[in-house]
């Protein structure tokens, strides 16, 4: 009997995410309503059928974060019957224990807040849908990626995966991030969707928006940040190929309202998916300074 590609990925994935279960005693499932988490839900669904899922999700809330994102995100875990914890940036804030700069988005705060989760609820897994092929700094990941006490990644301190054997020895106050499509690309992610037939928020279509220009990225106008006088908004019809916090999130314009629309359209894309994020254009280490500092 012959595999396609895509059981082959979705059989390594199911692989991963049972091994955190059978080595770690509170893993947690992060979950941030977007396509790779939709289909990293799938698959522990699929992994644990029938018994279901035995740990919780955990969505680290920026505050600005899409409505549409949180709207999909409860309807989604209402579906699976998993317990939803969130950990608010916002909160942070409000309590002086994060302070947000001006004009900066709040992704820097979303470590602060991932590892405060982590410690408060004593995890010592973090399953995550971070693929290689997102950034340069993803493509030194492991399948376990080991995080100290102070939950920083260490790239030249990741253990060896020969034959797919994972090392998850810790110590008191450490843990691993774990990753279990790391080897899919963000083609077979929503060829995997076409074919299971999933649902993912209606922001990842072809639809019309208020936006708006700032340096080459497209961006949406909900009134989060303040325009310069040169920046005029827009009704403009994208969608989006990330979904994460608002002020960093860029658009791209497209007229691909179907799942086949979006796949012939990736087939001749020539930017990653991530070229269109505010957040990663500060510098060319702005994801592995994120990553060292306990960013997913």
């Known amino acids: 009997m012959s595999f396609s590609y895509l059981q082959e990925l979705e059989s390594e ?7 955190v279960t059978a080595q770690f005693k509170r893993p947690v499932l992060l979950f941030s309503g977007g396509k790779d988490s939709t289909v990293l839900a799938h698959l522990a669904k699929k992994a644990f059928s029938p018994w279901g ?9 920026t505050g600005h974060n899409f409505k549409e994102t949180i709207e999909f995100r409860d309807a989604l875990i209402g579906n699976l019957g998993v317990e939803l914890l969130v950990g608010s940036v916002q909160d942070l804030i409000n309590t002086g224990v994060a302070e947000e700069a001006l004009d900066s988005s709040r992704n820097s705060l979303q470590s602060i807040a991932l590892k405060r989760a982590i410690a408060d609820n004593t995890f010592d897994a973090a399953i995550g849908g971070g693929r290689r092929d997102e950034e340069k700094a993803r493509a030194k990941e492991r399948f376990f990626s080991h995080r100290d006490v102070g939950g920083g990644w260490q790239p030249n301190n990741q253990r060896p995966e020969i034959w797919n054997l994972f090392n998850g020895r810790i110590k008191d106050g450490e843990h691993f991030r774990a990753f279990p499509i790391s080897n899919w690309t963000e083609l077979d992610v929503w060829r995997y969707i076409q074919e299971e037939r999933l649902v993912v928020p209606e922001l990842y279509f072809a639809h019309n928006r208020k936006c708006f220009s700032r340096n080459g990225v497209i961006l949406a106008d909900e009134g989060i940040l303040d325009k310069q006088t040169s920046e005029e908004s827009k009704i403009m019809t994208v969608r989006f190929r990330t979904v994460g916090d608002i002020t960093c999130t860029g658009a791209v314009c497209s007229k691909a309202n179907t799942i086949q629309e979006i796949i012939a359209e990736l087939e001749v894309a020539k930017q990653s998916e991530r070229g269109s994020r505010v957040d990663d254009k500060l510098s060319t280490s702005a994801m592995e300074d994120r990553k060292r500092a306990g960013y997913f």
């Not at 994935?13 to 091994?19: F, G, K, M, N, S």
């Open 13 to 19: 994935a199911i692989y991963v995410i049972r091994e």
């Open 53 to 61: 899922i035995p740990f919780p999700f955990l969505h680290i809330d």
